[in-house]
């Protein structure tokens, strides 16, 4: 069946979310993971379908109970991807992708040495700030935080099978389609 494991990971504000979105307007067929959170949930966010938001409590009570493919703290918040979901979509035969941080995309491919990590890359480290700015959904603690993250991601990312630079929109989504369909058809 040659179904995959893809995990998207960059910095907050880079356009993972921008980019994936495009694609899976592309390919309906692909399974996006929810991860769950305890992160506040922003305006316009729904419960099950951008994430599970949880509390701490129960966030660790997943922990302790072994539930996560892979977990992380990002910026003060927890972030995990339940391993139910995944092994079900993977054994119903569907493609798999994750966006997750970069932390939890090397616990992915330690798990599963035959995911496909994808890293996504700003044109440069101002447009990458301006992003995150011009999305008005943080405070100025919160993208301080997050701009903290990005010399370890981009050092992480050395670990990832391809990188992408999203300067022009269209042009990442084309990208991130051939590089799914080449491993897809390679498999
Ligand atoms: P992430 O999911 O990586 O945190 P988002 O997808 O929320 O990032 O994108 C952050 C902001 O950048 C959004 O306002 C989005 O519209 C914008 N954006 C995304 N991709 C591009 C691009 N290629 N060029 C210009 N702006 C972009
Ligand atoms: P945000 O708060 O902007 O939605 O997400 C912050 C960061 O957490 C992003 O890099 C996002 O990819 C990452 N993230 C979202 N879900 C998960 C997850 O399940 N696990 C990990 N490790 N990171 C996640």
């Known amino acids: 069946m040659n179904k995959k494991l893809f995990v998207l990971s960059g910095s907050s504000g880079v356009g993972k979310g921008t980019v ?3 694609f899976l307007k592309r390919n309906p067929d692909f399974m996006l993971s929810i991860s769950c959170t305890t992160r506040k949930p922003r305006p316009g966010e729904v419960d099950g379908i951008n994430y599970f938001f949880t509390t701490q409590e129960e966030f660790k009570n997943c922990i302790e109970n072994n539930k996560f ?18 092994n079900q979509c993977l054994e119903e035969g569907k493609n798999v992708i994750l966006e997750i941080d970069t932390q939890g995309a090397l616990q992915v ?6 995911a496909v990590l994808i890293f996504i890359a700003p044109p440069s480290l101002e447009e990458l700030e301006a992003r995150l700015r011009g999305r008005h959904t943080e405070d100025e603690a919160t993208i301080q935080k ?3 993250q990005v010399r ?19 042009d990442a989504i084309l990208r991130l389609e051939e590089i799914v369909k080449g491993e897809i058809n390679n498999a």
Do not use: C
Not at 72 to 78: I, L, P, S, Y
Not at 152 to 170: C, G, M, P, T
């Open 146 to 148: 997050r701009l903290e």
């Open 69 to 86: 493919l892979e977990w992380a703290e990002f910026a003060g918040n927890f972030y995990g991807t339940k391993k139910k979901y995944i």
């Open 109 to 114: 491919k330690k798990q599963m040495p035959e």
């Open 152 to 170: 370890a991601e981009i050092k992480r990312s050395e670990n990832f099978d391809y990188r992408i630079v999203n300067d022009k929109l269209e």
């Open 20 to 22: 994936l979105k495009g």
